[in-house]
């Protein structure tokens, strides 16, 4: 009840403040466990995805947010949870794989961290590791555009990647395939 109150008033304020643009939802299922990786450069892009995106998103945010307990609870109701960033977070990966078999849909930043500049880092692994481990398709996601008064902002949701679910991936096809998800991505931008 909260998240649908909160994105309904945030929806209207972001839309006074930005031109928003949305491509391609149709891209995204209306049920069944999803990730939807999108790129990230700002702080108002959890927003931005929580707003376009027709289904209510999970997501992984660093630990570090949660430590004043009153951000903590707010983040909390609105679908997050927390990962210790730099090494593998294994309660978080759990999390993940609890919230896809459950059907809902989860928004990833495969960077790992806000990408301010105009560097094209590796997409983290543990994005195609999760969903493969699910057996949920990855939609890649673009949110161009600028973060000032009445610019516009573009949020495109690409085609499904499906892995292929009948093999054990080997670290070096999960790189293969988390960098072609990253690069679905950027040729949006």
Same mark, same amino acid.
């Given at each position: 009840m909260?998240y649908?109150?909160?994105?309904?008033?945030?929806?209207v304020a972001l839309?006074?403040?930005?031109?928003i643009?949305?491509?391609?939802?149709?891209?995204?299922?209306? $049920?069944?466990?999803?990730?939807?990786?999108?790129?990230?450069? =700002?702080?108002?892009?959890?927003?931005?995805?929580?707003?376009?995106?027709?289904?209510?998103?999970?997501?992984?945010?660093?630990? $570090?947010?949660?430590?004043?307990?009153?951000?903590?609870?707010l983040?909390k109701?609105?679908?997050?949870?927390?990962i =210790?960033?730099?090494?593998?977070?294994?309660?978080?990966?759990?999390?993940?794989?609890?919230?896809?078999?459950?059907?809902?849909?989860?928004?990833?930043f495969? $960077?790992?961290?806000?990408?301010?500049?105009?560097?094209?880092?590796?997409?983290?692994?543990?994005?195609?590791a999760?969903?493969h481990?699910?057996?949920?398709p990855?939609?890649?996601?673009?949110? =161009?555009?600028?973060?000032?008064?009445?610019?516009?902002?573009?949020?495109?949701?690409?085609?499904?990647?499906?892995?292929?679910?009948?093999?054990?991936?080997?670290? $070096?096809?999960?790189?293969t395939?988390?960098?072609?998800?990253?690069?679905?991505?950027?040729?949006?931008?």
């Amino acid at each position: 009840m909260f998240y649908n109150i909160a994105l309904w008033i945030v929806r209207v304020a972001l839309l006074v403040v930005f031109r928003i643009k949305t491509v391609g939802r149709e891209n995204i299922p209306k $049920e069944g466990g999803v990730i939807i990786a999108y790129n990230h450069r =700002s702080y108002w892009d959890p927003v931005m995805a929580g707003i376009t995106c027709p289904r209510k998103l999970r997501f992984m945010a660093k630990e $570090e947010l949660f430590k004043n307990k009153f951000f903590a609870l707010l983040i909390k109701s609105l679908g997050a949870f927390p990962i =210790s960033r730099g090494h593998g977070d294994l309660g978080a990966i759990k999390g993940s794989l609890k919230i896809l078999a459950q059907g809902d849909a989860m928004l990833i930043f495969p $960077e790992g961290k806000r990408v301010t500049d105009n560097s094209r880092p590796k997409a983290k692994p543990g994005m195609v590791a999760i969903a493969h481990r699910a057996k949920v398709p990855v939609i890649p996601a673009t949110i =161009s555009g600028e973060y000032k008064w009445m610019h516009k902002i573009t949020v495109t949701y690409g085609e499904p990647v499906y892995l292929d679910f009948t093999k054990k991936l080997t670290q $070096e096809e999960t790189q293969t395939a988390a960098d072609d998800v990253m690069a679905r991505i950027r040729e949006k931008l």
